[in-house]
């Protein structure tokens, strides 16, 4: 699974790694935005989304900016927004079947920064205590989890034209893990390969009839990304520990 991860990037440098190039697209979010080294579902993250604007012509090319949504996804059916909680990743084996996911993975894919994540390795033993891990890109370079996204209407607002009527809201993409990675935990996210990020985002590929196996060909959830692991401190392990010292490296506790 995918249940913490780290996100120091700048969203400046960020939009020029996911091809968005217009200020106008990303400002909001690198206003608002402080580093988080210790994001958790429910908190607001940052993603990547391509989408057509609501009063576009018929035709109109899709637009790709930064977003701000909520991690936990909330399904346009659901009658609350309390379901999220629980969604905070998808499998990918079974991402294509599930009601909650399969339309939003024809349709509305986004990709979520992040500059590494932490897995907890369960040890052997009667009382084992859990060793959390960072990994990460050991060439310091963000990692683009493949995520899904979905609007979700408030009915406590009455106008629909309010932005604070629809509620934006995503998932992390999960897979078996591959490499040395099992040896922590046998589940990781899906990690979009940079060259396919263009394709990921397009809300029209892959979306035709019985296209799906297209889209988990780009995915590539076998393929080895070679991620850089080690101890860090339990600290992380609290949802109100926050900084720079969550990702030092420790010996192992």
């Known amino acids: 699974m ?3 991860y780290v ?8 939009a020029g790694q996911l091809g968005i190039t217009q200020p106008a697209l990303f400002e909001q979010v690198a206003a608002a935005f402080e580093p988080n080294y210790n994001v958790a579902p429910t908190d ?5 989304i391509e989408r057509r604007p609501r009063a576009a012509e018929p035709g109109a090319e899709a637009v790709r900016k930064l977003k701000e949504v909520r991690w936990g996804l909330i399904p346009s059916w659901a009658k609350d927004r309390s379901i999220g909680q629980k969604m905070f990743n998808a499998r990918i084996e079974t991402v294509t079947e599930k009601a909650s996911f399969k339309r939003a993975f024809m349709k509305r894919r986004c990709i979520i920064p992040a500059d ?3 897995e907890w390795y369960k040890p052997a033993g009667p009382k084992p205590v859990k060793q959390p891990f960072f990994i990460h890109d050991g060439s310091g370079a963000a990692l683009g989890f493949a995520g899904l996204y979905e609007l979700w209407r408030d009915p406590e607002v009455q106008d629909k034209e309010d932005p604070a009527a629809w509620l934006w809201s995503a998932t992390i ?5 591959v490499g040395g990675l099992h040896r922590i935990h046998d589940r990781m996210p899906v990690i979009v390969p940079r060259a396919h990020y263009d394709a990921w985002l397009d809300p029209d590929y892959g979306s035709g009839e019985g296209e799906a196996d297209a889209l988990l060909d780009l995915l590539d959830p076998g393929r080895d990304p070679n991620l850089a692991t080690y101890p860090v401190s339990t600290a992380v392990n609290s949802v109100k520990n926050n900084g720079p010292e969550l990702v030092e490296p420790v010996e192992a506790e």
């Open 116 to 118: 590494g994540y932490y």
């Open 7 to 14: 996100l120091r990037t700048d969203p400046a440098q960020l």
């Open 2 to 4: 995918c249940g913490r």
């Open 173 to 177: 993409l999960t897979t078996a893990s």
């Open 44 to 48: 607001q993250v940052v993603a990547a």
